[in-house]
C-alpha cells in the first residue's frame, strides 16, 4: 500500500509525516504556497517533543503522479474543495480507493459519484497549520485518532491495512463498520467550531458560549430524530478517546484554536456549511426548524467574506445575534 495524501494541511500533513517516520510509502499533493514550501524545503513536522523537516515526496496536482496499483487516497482537503478534489483525482487515477479524512459528513457521498471504493475516517486530531510548509500536531501520547470504514457501511482490506499502518504511526484507529454513526457524533462536536473562530479561542465556559451551544444542539438532536440518524452517544464517543489524546504546547505555545478559528486566521474558505449547514440541510429536508444553525452559518460565512480574523464578535453579541 502507498497512501497518496491529498490535502497535506494540519491533518493530511500530520498522517503523511507520522506515516514517513515510520516507514510507509507516503506521497503528498499540496498546492499553493504551502505545497511550493514543501517541495522546496521539505515538510516542517513539529510536535511537543519534536521539530523536524521530512523529506516527503510531493506533489502539486493529482495528474503530475505516477499512480499504480496498491494505491489509496487519503483525501484530507476542507469540505468545501471536496468535488473540485474528486473531478481532479478521479480524471488522473481513475478508480482508487478513497478516505475522507475530513470533517462533515457529506465528503462520502460527494465522492461516491465518481467513486465505488469510498471509506470514512472518524478525525479526532489536535494540529495546527498556520504557516507554509509547517504543520503542528498537539498531542504528545497518541497523535490521533483516526478510525476508519467503508461507506456506507461495512470494512474491508483497505481499512484493517491502513488502520495497521496508522497504530504503527503513533495515531490509534480501528476500522469499524458503522463508520459514519461515529462521524455524526463527530459533526455535533463540530458545531461549535464556528463558535470559537467568531468568538475566540478563549471562550468556551461563559454563560453565553454555553447557551450558544446548547441551542445549535438542541436543533442538531431534533433534527438527526427526523431524519432516523442515530450517531454514536456521547458516552461511547468519550469512552473511544480515552485518554489517547494529550493536548501540550509547540516551543512553549498553546494551540491557538481549531480548525475553522485556523481558517478565518489564514484567510481561506471555512467549512462550515457542511458542517452547521448539513444541520440546516436536515432540518428543510424533514421539516424541523434551525434558525439557530442557519443564523450561525451566514455570520461566520460573512466573516471570512470580510476577511475578519478570529475573535471579532462577542459570545454576547452572537448569542444576540441567534436569539433575534
Known amino acids: 500500500m502507498r497512501v497518496v495524501v491529498l490535502g497535506a494541511g494540519g491533518i493530511g500533513g500530520t498522517i503523511g509525516a507520522r506515516l514517513h517516520q515510520a516507514g510507509y510509502d507516503v506521497v503528498l499533493i499540496a498546492r499553493g504556497a504551502h505545497g511550493e514550501a514543501i517541495r522546496e524545503r521539505g515538510l516542517t513536522f513539529a510536535t511537543p517533543e519534536e521539530r523536524v523537516t521530512l523529506r516527503i515526496p510531493a506533489y502539486g496536482h493529482a495528474g503530475e503522479l505516477t499512480w499504480r496499483d ?191 478559528w485556523q481558517s478565518l486566521a489564514r484567510g481561506s474558505g471555512v467549512e462550515t456549511d457542511f458542517l452547521n449547514g448539513e444541520i440546516a440541510l436536515l432540518g428543510r429536508l424533514h421539516g424541523v426548524p434551525t434558525p439557530s444553525n442557519a443564523g450561525l452559518q451566514a455570520l461566520i460565512r460573512h466573516a471570512a467574506a470580510r476577511g475578519d480574523g478570529p475573535g471579532s464578535m462577542t459570545p454576547v453579541e452572537l448569542l444576540r445575534n441567534l436569539a433575534s
Open 70 to 260: 496498491g494505491d489509496v487516497v487519503v483525501l484530507a482537503a476542507k469540505s468545501q474543495d471536496t468535488e473540485a478534489a474528486a473531478r481532479d483525482l478521479v480524471a488522473a487515477a481513475g478508480q482508487v480507493p478513497v478516505v475522507a479524512a475530513q470533517n462533515g459528513v457529506a465528503n462520502e457521498r460527494t465522492l461516491s459519484r465518481w467513486f465505488g471504493d469510498v471509506h470514512g475516517m472518524c478525525v479526532m486530531m489536535p494540529t495546527a497549520h498556520l504557516e507554509p510548509g509547517v504543520v503542528m500536531a498537539h498531542s504528545a501520547a497518541a497523535t490521533g485518532i483516526l478510525d476508519l470504514g467503508r461507506h456506507p457501511a461495512g470494512a474491508d482490506d483497505v481499512d484493517v491495512e491502513l488502520a495497521a499502518a496508522l497504530r504503527a504511526s503513533r495515531i490509534e484507529s480501528e476500522p469499524r463498520t458503522d463508520i459514519m454513526r461515529w462521524k455524526y457524533r463527530k459533526l455535533l462536536t463540530n458545531l461549535g467550531n464556528a463558535v470559537q473562530a467568531l468568538c475566540g479561542a478563549g471562550h468556551g465556559t461563559d454563560d453565553a458560549t454555553r447557551e450558544v451551544l446548547a441551542m445549535l444542539h438542541a436543533e442538531a438532536d431534533a433534527v438527526l430524530a427526523a431524519a432516523g440518524i442515530d450517531p454514536v452517544t456521547e458516552a461511547e464517543d468519550v469512552e473511544r478517546r480515552a485518554d489517547h489524546l494529550q493536548i501540550r504546547g509547540i516551543s512553549g505555545e498553546t494551540r491557538a484554536g481549531g480548525s475553522t
